[in-house]
């Protein structure tokens, strides 16, 4: 009895996974999407918009400790 129980679990675990790996097989569906662009959005950024302030986290500052 315990033995027919483990072999149906395996033949059902065998044939799940069987399934799933045929499965991954099968192409991807291809799908194109086009976008229409207006030319305003084309152009290119000011420089103002371009300025990135950095920060440091670490102290800079090199005076000797007493």
């Given at each position: 009895?315990?033995?027919?129980?483990r072999?149906?679990?395996?033949?059902?675990?065998?044939?799940?996974?069987?399934?799933?790996?045929?499965?991954?097989?099968?192409?991807?569906?291809?799908?194109?999407?086009?976008?229409?662009?207006?030319?305003?959005?084309?152009?290119?950024?000011?420089?103002?918009?371009?300025?990135?302030?950095?920060?440091?986290?670490?102290?800079?500052?090199?005076?000797?400790?007493?």
């Amino acid at each position: 009895m315990n033995r027919k129980i483990r072999l149906i679990i395996g033949l059902v675990i065998i044939l799940f996974s069987i399934s799933l790996l045929v499965w991954g097989y099968f192409p991807n569906p291809r799908e194109t999407r086009e976008r229409t662009i207006p030319p305003a959005e084309l152009q290119l950024p000011t420089p103002s918009s371009l300025y990135f302030e950095v920060r440091s986290a670490l102290n800079l500052n090199l005076e000797p400790v007493s």
